[in-house]
């Protein structure tokens, strides 16, 4: 079982910047993803970005450009920075670590609204 805690969420003004992490717990030996997904008020929750093998990176279009997702030295963090957000980024962020299956953490909100 792999734990996740998130943490960095909250409120900002459009244009501005937030940085989010995530911690694994428990068997976090073979963990060979993390990432993000949101899910905004009413829709369907959606791919933000991931990492994989420590390398391998890929965001969704609607974020290119103005988050970064990066690991950790531990190897059982991750962090999403989030810069120039805009209304359409307000949404539940979910951190999630693929070790055979992928596991979930519980969202930390992000409202961006002036």
């Known amino acids: 079982q792999v734990q996740l805690v998130e943490s960095g969420g909250g409120l900002v003004q459009p244009g501005g910047s937030l940085r989010l992490s995530c911690v694994a717990s428990g068997v976090i030996f073979g963990i060979s993803a993390m990432g993000w997904y949101r899910q905004a008020p009413g829709k369907q929750r959606e791919f933000v970005a991931s990492i994989a093998s420590g390398t391998t990176i890929t965001y969704a279009d609607s974020v290119k450009g103005r988050f970064t997702i990066s690991r950790g030295n531990a190897e059982n963090t991750v962090t999403l920075q989030m810069n120039s957000l805009n209304s359409e980024d307000t949404a539940v962020y979910f951190c999630?670590?693929?070790?055979?299956?992928?596991?979930w953490g519980r969202g930390t909100q992000v409202t961006v609204s002036s």
């Open positions: 999630i670590a693929r070790r055979g299956t992928v596991y």
